[in-house]
């Protein structure tokens, strides 16, 4: 799998925009990006999934380069319940079963 | 709708202990199940994953087992308990054979264990 490399923390300003980057500099061309948040104590929640289009849903907008060589998570109207670590992992999904690596992900913390 | 349980949602062990988790997922047939571990301060490790009754893959060498005796249930297991196995369990599922790219997982409560 391809790796990924994510700031360990950010903050942001409660009702601005999130900006979380990710690079997958090795991802190859059949993997898909993915991002998950994990809210503390909590299971992760699956936040987008992207190949090469943007991608946008009622959580978050994805955007991808056009290399696919970086991406970036946008929460547009960040609240406190937002705050979480946010995962960004890379991964083709073999047969049989769909196996999510994740590291250490990005500590978002909004502020008030 | 489809929901996953896991119990219990706390565990204090002596070390040396056994160890027994279960994961329940309902409203769904022939999930892909996964345990995962998180220790503090780290990311999620997957430590199993089934396709099916009986199908356990093993991703890292340690002193735990996993099995699947049931359609929808899966356990995770340890004969005898080290201070290391301690973390945030997390059980997941998603559907097998949903499209080639991108199925998501959907996770449990988790289970955080301490070993003393």
């Known amino acids: 799998d391809a790796k990924t490399t994510q700031p360990t923390s950010m903050d942001c300003a409660e009702g601005r925009a999130a900006n979380l980057p990710c690079n997958h500099s090795?991802?190859?061309?059949?993997?898909?990006v993915y991002w998950y948040r994990q809210i503390h104590s909590q299971g992760p929640q699956y936040i987008i999934h992207?190949?090469?289009n943007n991608e946008t849903n009622e959580m978050a907008s994805l955007i991808i380069t056009e290399d696919r060589k970086s991406s970036t998570l946008i929460l547009p109207h960040a609240t406190l319940r937002d705050t979480a670590v946010y995962y960004c992992i890379v991964r083709v999904v073999e047969t049989g079963a769909n196996n999510l690596f994740f590291g250490t992900g990005t500590r978002l913390t909004v502020i008030p | 709708s489809q929901t996953i349980h896991q119990w219990p949602a706390t565990l204090v062990q002596p070390v040396g202990s056994p160890l027994s988790l279960e994961c329940t997922v309902e409203?769904?047939?022939?999930?892909?199940l996964y345990w995962y571990r998180q220790a503090a301060g780290r990311g999620l490790q997957l430590l199993f994953y089934?396709?099916?009754?009986?199908?356990i893959s093993s991703e890292v060498p340690q002193n735990l087992s996993a099995s699947r005796p049931q359609d929808r249930q899966f356990i995770l297991s340890s004969k005898k308990l080290l201070l290391s196995d301690s973390g945030f369990y997390l059980c997941?599922?998603?559907?097998?054979?949903?499209?080639?790219?991108?199925?998501?997982?959907?996770f449990g409560p988790g289970t955080r264990l301490t070993v003393l």
């Open positions: 409203g769904t047939s022939n999930p892909n």
């Open positions: 089934s396709v099916g009754i009986g199908q």
């Open positions: 992207g190949l090469k």
């Open positions: 090795t991802i190859s061309g059949n993997e898909y």
């Open positions: 997941a599922w998603n559907k097998a054979g949903g499209p080639r790219y991108g199925s998501e997982q959907f």
